[in-house]
């Protein structure tokens, strides 16, 4: 179940950088310096680090998966203003391509992160919230994975397309 965790907070990272952080400016910026690029992939990075803290450890790879998925990303949105400027193009068929590429790049790390699980310190405050709020002891990684996708679906509604 950890594994469709950390699946679901890389999509939700991958919405709230693409969709919530990503405004008018940067997208501009993108299309002319390296700056706004720069900006939009710190902004990819940062949500990376910060929704995946519970399950980085010294111990397994999270660490070169979040760094080649955010050079992937690069790589992803580069193409995409490249695509753009060269057709000329701004269209719903070049921003679903450029989606549907992130999420498959996304489901490609199954393998590396199908035996990743939360870190030590992540259990220790688990434990410690749930012996001082019993009302958690009926929250599963199930609810956690729904809420999660619920959340996604929700931003991607009313901050996406």
Sequence with gaps: MDTKI?????????VIADFVLQDNVIVEEKKTSFKGMFKHIGHYLLI???LLLPYFNF?????????SLS?????????????????????????????????I??????????????NQFAQAVGSLVLSNYPIFLNVTKQNSFN????????????KGA
């Design 71 to 103: 050079l992937a990303h690069w790589a992803i949105d580069r193409l995409k203003v490249e695509y753009d400027k060269k057709i000329n193009d701004k269209g719903f068929e070049s921003f679903m391509v450029d989606q549907v590429c992130h999420c």
């Design 105 to 118: 790049l996304i489901g490609a790390y199954y393998p590396f992160i199908k035996d990743i699980q939360l």
């Design 48 to 50: 990376n680090l910060i």
């Design 147 to 158: 809420v999660i996708i619920i959340l996604t679906g929700y931003i991607f509604n009313f």
């Design 59 to 67: 111990n397994n790879n999270l660490w070169w998966i979040i760094i």
């Design 6 to 14: 950390i699946l679901a907070l890389l999509i939700l990272s991958h």
